[in-house]
């Protein structure tokens, strides 16, 4: 079948026609996972991120190698990569309401467009790119799913691409075993849309429970500890040897971690003494996270001091402030994205060239992104939401 262009969109001619303020609102933690490293896809929910455990000392690192993720969903779970977003967030909240949300997608498809909205906002997302995009059924609901030639790297000993997989290793301590790497499913309220955002987390500072609070995604511990039994699809599941496949799953999912507040995450950045990280490179990602702390570490020849973690909150919401007009660019172009995918029948592939600076969209075959039982949720939730009656609380 002969893919045909249904539109063109264009850095110049995109306008702010979001009237209200282009605002993050209404953040909640949905859920988390931990890559476990495994024969075959398994994912730990909720997992919990590494631990913020710096050296005292000064520390000399060797420079990465080896394995290095470019997207480790698809390189985990090609089939499927937006399956364990899907899946955690069902264990998690087995009632969530799928069809509440308008926009699905990783961080890097916000990071990526925001970037074609105004390429000074990122020093490095200038390059092509393409989104695969769904509207699922007849529901309102929009999923992007982050399109990569290469998902994963090999870096050879004489290569060089930096410091920030030993520098982990150095400084965080891993708290689920056999994990490659720590996600959340956040969800928020940007510009009258409301989304559900998967990012990488790559730590946090302290224990989630030290104090006893009941902050954003605290969880009793021994909820999280007892054996993994839920009700999915109104029929009982239960853990066998510390391990899952739900009916209709083409992973495997174990029942290990804890969940962490959002306020206690961090982002690590690593960098050469002589080229220092300027904030407006970082905030961009932080602000699509939600990720309120920043870790930025300096080495000289990978000898690095102890870095300091930085509570960027107060910069986020000043960044967010002074992009108003970039960021209600944004909301529109996720409108015109969404509008075009469903005139031309719900399957699209976006694709950015920097030459061109143009956005074009194509009509894509309807491969499926996600396991026949998970679009049946969107089903699901319809008709449930037809046959029960709307509580006093629900009714305007």
């Not at 509207?135 to 990569?148: A, D, G, L, P, Y």
């Not at 066998?240 to 959002?262: C, D, F, M, T, Y």
Request: aromatic share 10%.
């Amino acid at each position: 079948m002969t893919s045909v262009k249904v539109a063109k969109i264009s850095r110049a001619d995109l306008r702010s026609t979001c009237q209200e303020m282009a605002w993050i609102t209404d953040v909640q933690h949905l859920s988390s996972y931990n890559w476990i490293e495994a024969s075959s896809p398994t994912i730990a929910v909720p997992g919990r991120p590494a631990l913020w455990t710096p050296p005292e000392l000064h520390t000399k690192l060797h420079k990465d190698y080896g394995l290095i993720y470019i997207a480790q969903n698809a390189a985990r779970h090609p089939a499927s990569p937006l399956e364990s977003l899907f899946r955690a967030v069902y264990l998690e909240n087995p009632s969530f309401d799928i069809r509440s949300i308008d926009l699905v997608t990783d961080q890097t498809n916000i990071r990526k467009l925001l970037a074609f909205v105004n390429p000074k906002t990122s020093r490095s997302d200038h390059k092509p790119f393409t989104i695969n995009v769904e509207r699922v059924r007849n529901t309102q609901t929009v999923i992007f799913c982050r399109s990569e030639r290469e998902t994963y790297d090999t870096i050879l000993p004489y290569q060089y691409i930096g410091f920030a997989k030993e520098f982990a290793k150095a400084f965080t301590t891993e708290q689920v075993t056999g994990s490659t790497g720590h996600y959340r499913i956040i969800s928020y309220r940007f510009g009258g849309l409301k989304l559900m955002v998967r990012h990488e987390t790559d730590g946090y500072v302290g224990s989630p429970l030290s104090n006893g609070s009941t902050g954003v995604g605290d969880v009793n511990v021994d909820e999280v500890s007892r054996p993994f039994e839920y009700l999915y699809y109104g029929r009982p599941y239960l853990q066998l040897s510390q391990a899952a496949s739900l009916a209709g799953a083409g992973l495997s999912i174990k029942r290990e971690g804890q969940v962490v507040p959002i306020q206690s995450t961090l982002e690590v950045k690593t960098r050469a003494v002589s080229m220092p990280i300027d904030v407006d490179e970082v905030i961009p990602q932080l602000w699509v996270s939600q990720t309120p702390n920043l870790v930025r570490a300096y080495h000289m020849g990978g000898l690095f001091e102890t870095p300091t973690v930085e509570d960027m909150t107060v910069e986020i919401k000043k960044w967010e402030e002074a992009q108003q007009d970039d960021l209600k660019k944004l909301v529109s172009l996720f409108a015109r994205i969404i509008g075009v995918v469903k005139e031309c029948g719900g399957q699209a592939v976006l694709k950015y060239d920097p030459d061109s600076e143009k956005l074009e969209i194509w009509e894509r075959g309807a491969d499926n992104m996600l396991p026949a039982d998970l679009y049946a949720r969107f089903d699901q939730d319809r008709i449930s939401s037809k046959s029960e009656p709307a509580s006093s609380s629900d009714r305007d």
